[in-house]
């Protein structure tokens, strides 16, 4: 995920104490900011949250072969009892397949193996590669009865992948943490899938800035609190495949990579749905998604080309809470060259 950053002004002398944290989990760096009255608390505290992460990237990553998921049934008719943090993860996903209608698809993992040599290779799968691995993925290739915590595989070859929606579940969790520990005045950043908490001392929630697709584009500032926010978009994950752009974002509905660029960001309830609707509604028409925003209540904005539209603000996007920005404290580096984490801070309002 690319596109949120956090931005730090200048705080007066606050009742408890900020502290900032750094590990590298899936894959990726992942960053606390809490408040707590002493260190030990909030060492205790931010322990526990990286902990949380790592056991999600244990049960959820396709990179390990001996990941939960990765353990699933992957022949047809194969039947497997399911529980714990992928059964949670397999709940949140159909939901999320139902809402979108399909857009949001959890059983990709056989096209998403495909599209990553390619990306490797530079060269588009040959056409009984990609289809062998179409006909593995997609609604229909698996069944989860989440009453009796029954996962079946539906076809040959089916594979899941979570990838749009695990670091959202961490980033929850890891909040969920912290909250137990006694710091909700927190903040956990998961490569740009972001869990806000309760506000900062003295500051009426979290200043998060979402950068634009395109550099012709605005910026937005948002002050947030006790929600979800990410987003999700190709804008440092772009590849050439066969001389041509690529996303690494999948269309479910094709098994192929999107190639206009596309990005969106959603503020959610919570990570989880923040991060699942982003993916989501990068791959749908303007108008779709519009009506799944209003459906799902979030808040939303989607840039994409102004063949398409441009900068396009969704259900809820107008009246969230907007500050400006303080340009000294603004990260100064550019981009990276693959999804990077947000650098955040918050704060009362900066002067305008």
Do not use: K
Request: aromatic letters at 4%.
């Amino acid at each position: 995920m690319i596109g949120a950053a956090l931005l730090a002004c200048a705080l007066s002398v606050p009742a408890s104490q900020r502290f900032d944290f750094t590990e590298r989990h899936m894959g990726v760096e992942v960053r606390v900011r809490l408040y707590a009255s002493d260190e030990a608390t909030a060492r205790s505290a931010a322990r526990a949250a990286f902990d949380r992460v790592h056991a999600w990237d244990e049960v959820l990553s396709d990179w390990h072969e001996d990941s939960d998921a990765m353990r699933l049934p992957h022949h047809a008719g194969d039947v497997a009892t399911v529980g714990g943090r992928l059964a949670q993860a397999l709940d949140a996903s159909i939901l999320a397949r139902e809402a979108t209608g399909g857009a949001f698809e959890p059983s990709l993992g056989a096209l998403t193996r495909v599209w990553r040599q390619a990306r490797r290779e530079r060269r588009a799968p040959d056409a009984a590669t990609l289809q062998a691995a179409r006909d593995a993925s997609g609604a229909g290739s698996f069944e989860w009865n989440p009453a009796s915590r029954r996962f079946t595989a539906m076809r040959e070859g089916v594979r899941l992948d979570f990838g749009a929606i695990a670091q959202g579940i961490a980033a929850d969790d890891a909040l969920r943490a912290l909250r137990e520990g006694g710091c909700a005045q927190a903040l956990v950043d998961v490569s740009g899938d972001i869990a806000v908490g309760a506000p900062p001392p003295g500051a009426d929630g979290w200043r998060i800035r979402i950068e634009a697709e395109f550099d012709d584009q605005p910026t937005d500032t948002l002050l947030l609190h006790d929600c979800g926010v990410s987003t999700s978009g190709d804008r440092a994950q772009r590849t050439m495949i066969d001389g041509h752009a690529a996303s690494h974002i999948l269309d479910p509905g094709t098994g192929i990579p999107l190639t206009a660029p596309r990005q969106a960001t959603v503020v959610a309830a919570d990570a989880t749905t923040a991060d699942a609707m982003a993916t989501a509604l990068c791959v749908l028409p303007a108008d779709t998604c519009r009506s799944i925003a209003a459906t799902n209540h979030l808040a939303a904005r989607l840039d994409r080309t102004a063949a398409e539209g441009g900068v396009q603000p969704l259900e809820g996007w107008r009246v969230i809470r907007r500050v400006s920005s303080c340009p000294a404290d603004a990260p100064s580096a550019p981009a990276a060259a693959h999804p990077s984490p947000a650098s955040e801070a918050s704060g009362p309002p900066c002067s305008r």
